[in-house]
């Protein structure tokens, strides 16, 4: 998979999505907000420590994490949902278990990672508010194939257990989806769905929440992760420790009326260039800012035929289809001048046309003479 933006772009996309989230600004007129099925990759997340990385491509699209990294694209606060697996090895000495201390967290906030420390996370020592569930493994639990899950409530640098640990079975190292729903009643559901077969492994009603926490003026909350080991793990932390998520909902700005337009959709091919036309891309009449709100991928944009520019959309726009638009690469027409100083009628000739015609005049010429020539023999005989 290829890396979409740099990080001097996604420190830009991040700061400007904090900036804009902070002060209330408007976004673009007329561009709504929407929840939509995304995909993260690799760029979509700020990352601390060195552990965010593409999902198998076996495995679907996603990425997967060991340390800890937040999310820049806004969830949906009422309706959380993400399809996601975790690695988290038992302690226990029987087959799988490593012996290795750790646990892992989900978090949600009001608003995105910053990227000038990890204390900006929602979880244990963390100063920033939002809620996290909290998954270890316990060497002392009869079976060791469960996690231990705890909600925790962080607020102004200290975190609050909610309703206390509880226990998951066989959830660990299997895809389930985790649905954190806001009902009627203004109180939440927490669920955990195996997506095999859609079998709710554990179903938690009616968790009272201080929305503002966690979910901002928009209705959005961001997601971060946290992920803890011990000694012991010996430097491979993806087979100790390790969280997915292969597709999430997202609450973001619509884009469905995009206009979407090339500064060039015609060249003439010359040898080495590369054509990558300029994009722009304005919603409500307010222009999308690159490697911010889009970016643009090119393709058969070396050589004679059409060539494309990919734009999808990313921060504040993800989840909006991608769009491709088309440019033409055409061979480059070469004139070649007439070479018959004493053609003074001013006719322009191309290349083999006029060579052609020439070649025809001389060799009618030659027949009639021969042809002439033969027949005054004749008649001397």
Known sequence: MKKRIGIVGMMLAICLSAALMASGMAFADGASYSVKTYSPETADFVNYWGGVGDIDVADGDGITTFAHAGLTVPLDGSAIEINTLFKLLSKSAEPGGDDVDGWITYSFSATPADISSDTTYPYHGGSKNGYFLHANNVSQNAAPNCAMIELYKMENGTATSIGGAFFVDNIINVRFK????????????????????????????????????????????????????????????????????????????????????????????????????????????????????????????????????????????????????????????????????????????????????????????????????????????
């Open 178 to 381: 985790l649905s954190f729903k806001e009902e009627a009643s203004g109180k939440y559901t927490l669920d955990f769905i195996r997506l095999s077969d859609e079998v709710s492994l554990k179903k938690i009603e009616n968790i009272d929440l201080n929305k503002s926490l966690f979910i901002n003026e928009n209705g959005q909350t961001f997601f971060s992760t946290a992920i803890y080991e011990g000694s012991g793990c010996d430097g491979n932390h993806w087979e100790h420790r390790e969280l997915c998520v292969y597709s999430a909902k997202v609450l973001t700005l619509d884009a469905a009326d995009a206009v979407i337009t090339l500064d060039n959709d015609s060249y003439e091919f010359e040898e080495g260039t590369t054509y990558k036309p300029v994009v722009t891309v304005e919603v409500g009449g307010t222009a999308l800012v690159g490697d911010v709100d889009y970016f643009v991928e090119y393709a058969n944009n070396k050589a004679v035929g059409t060539g494309s520019a990919k734009i999808s959309f990313i921060g504040d726009y993800a989840g909006n289809d991608a769009v491709t638009k088309t440019f033409e690469i055409a061979e480059k027409v070469v004139e070649i001048p007439d070479d018959d100083d004493d053609d003074d009628d001013g006719d322009t000739k191309r290349g083999c046309a006029s060579s052609a015609s020439t070649a025809s005049m001389a060799i009618f010429s030659a027949l009639a003479f021969l042809g002439t020539s033969v027949l005054g023999k004749r008649r001397v005989r």
